[in-house]
């Protein structure tokens, strides 16, 4: 029982809390949990400034609509759990683990997305503002145009709604890239993955201006790749990239 | 998982309802290949027929380019399943699996799904009778309450998929089932009416709007058909 207290408050804590971090060491204070509520972060950028790749009217309802329900229902959940901890209610806060993963995964991906896109007249547009990445995408698929045809198929293969990721993996000195896809909201939270960019692949993302053609939109979507914030994530660690976040939240 | 599928009542309609095409289309197969293709069933009504529940432009796109889709791939990879039979090739027979499942999946369900559909003049929106409508009663208490519950249920759906109410083989009972992505109605649950929630069923109309849709979508469901499909 209380292993899964701990373990919703700790991953609660680690990815959102500024103030308080609850740790195992530290007893669990209820004030701290109740109040942390998340907002959306601001764009870096105007509605329009990914067009004529992603159009304004998508932008602005995948912010403003679609990211803003994740953080509505991500607080709602929150707090219900915070209140079912305080009460000791385990049967609530099994129930809740659900709808805080798909809405927090919903919250964290966006966040992670929206900064690792940028307008593509912009420097950081450009695969040079990634010299260390690219060489290592290099050195892993033999080029940058292997890269993203294995990229483009992981993206199109996924059956349903989803993500597709590069992901920086460390295990102990170690560290490789791969391509990963989730499903749904799943974040990319594990052990040493580290989130380098993501492409949302939910119809909601692209259909407005791609229609069924979403190998379009995987073609375009290089336009706007954010390649700074990549090399920043590939060159930091797991908690610099979440530390990224909390910064919007 | 592939030949349990084919073995239910919904392929079968399924593929009944491309029977007209199968004849001729068998041969170009080849003679390893035993059954008949995949074919993209027509609408029993026009494309704009069921607005302004769901608008033309959804629907034309939905049945000639989303549906289409799920029938030439489902071909193409039963097509690759029959080849690796041939060979034995085990491990390729069970890697085509998620693909048979979710295209021969995607091509049941929007079959079944336009069927339970129709325009408000040929019937859709009108209430269930007999059989289902005492069913729906017994465990729902009214059509309403039944309604509202469906549409919870699709409103829980998280990322791609349907929601059904389907019947239990085994005890004869409706129930209301979501399924992720394009999972289908098979096994133990018989599909009588389902509800595409896939964004690509309702985003050009109602964007992030969702739950709009599902309370449209009561107008053109076809109740009859659904009445047809309870055993
Ligand atoms: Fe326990
Ligand atoms: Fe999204
Ligand atoms: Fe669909």
Do not use: C
């Not at chain 1, 990634?130 to 050195?139: D, G, T």
């Not at chain 2, 799904?113 to 007999?130: K, R, V």
């Not at chain 2, 309604?147 to 019947?167: C, D, M, Y």
Request: glycine share 6%; proline share 4%.
């Amino acid at each position: 029982m209380r292993s899964i207290m701990k373990s919703s408050v700790a991953f609660v804590s680690f990815l959102f809390t500024t103030s308080t971090i609850a740790s195992d060491q530290q007893p669990f204070q209820f004030e701290a949990m109740a109040a942390p509520s998340h907002t959306l972060p601001a764009l870096p950028y105007a509605y329009d400034a990914l067009e004529p790749h992603i159009s304004a009217q998508i932008m602005e309802l995948h912010h403003s609509k679609h990211h803003q329900t994740y953080v509505t229902n991500l607080n709602a959940a929150m707090k219900t759990q915070a209140e079912a901890v305080h009460t000791s209610d385990i049967p609530t806060q099994v129930s809740l683990q659900a709808a805080i993963k798909f809405n927090a995964g919903g919250h964290i991906n966006h966040s992670l997305f929206w900064q690792n896109l940028a307008p593509a007249s912009s420097p950081e547009a450009k695969p040079s503002s990634a010299p260390s990445l690219v060489s290592q995408i290099k050195s892993t698929w033999g080029d940058e145009a292997a890269f993203r045809e294995a990229f483009k198929a992981a993206l199109l293969g996924i059956q349903g709604s989803g993500w597709g990721w590069l992901v920086k993996v460390e295990t102990g000195a170690e560290q490789r890239l791969a391509i990963v896809t989730t499903k749904d909201q799943d974040p990319v939270v594990g052990k040493g993955e580290v989130p380098i960019f993501g492409v949302d692949m939910w119809e909601h993302a692209y259909y407005l201006q791609y229609l069924n053609g979403k190998a379009a939109y995987v073609e375009n979507i290089w336009n706007v790749i954010n390649w700074k914030t990549a090399e920043e994530r590939f060159l930091g660690t797991r908690a610099d990239v979440f530390k990224l976040l909390k910064t919007s939240i | 998982m592939n030949s349990t599928m084919l073995r239910t009542s919904a392929a079968r309609s399924a593929l009944r309802a491309a029977a007209p095409k199968s004849s001729t289309r068998a041969g170009l197969a080849g003679t390893t290949f035993v059954r008949g293709k995949a074919t993209l069933p027509d609408l029993s009504y026009d494309y704009g027929a069921l607005e302004p529940a769901i608008s033309g432009k959804i629907m034309e796109l939905h049945h000639k380019n989303h549906h289409n889709t799920y029938v030439t791939s489902y071909n193409n990879f039963s097509t690759q399943l029959e080849e690796a039979k041939a060979k034995s090739d085990i491990a390729a027979q069970i890697a085509l699996q998620p693909l048979i499942n979710f295209h021969g999946g995607g091509h049941i369900n929007h079959t079944l799904f336009w069927e339970n559909l129709a325009p408000t003049n040929q019937g859709g929106g009108d209430p269930p009778t007999g059989k289902l409508a005492q069913a729906i009663n017994e465990s729902y208490g009214s059509l309403d309450s039944f309604k509202e519950k469906f549409n919870t249920a699709l409103a829980g759906i998280q990322g791609s998929g349907w929601a059904w109410l389907v019947q239990d083989t085994q005890t004869g009972n409706v129930q209301i089932r979501t399924y992720a992505n394009q999972d289908p109605v098979v096994g133990q649950f018989r599909p009588i009416l389902g509800v595409d929630a896939w964004e690509h069923a309702y985003y050009l109309q109602y964007q992030n709007r969702k739950a709009e849709y599902f309370k449209a979508i009561w107008d053109v469901i076809n109740w009859k058909a659904a009445e047809k499909r309870l055993k």
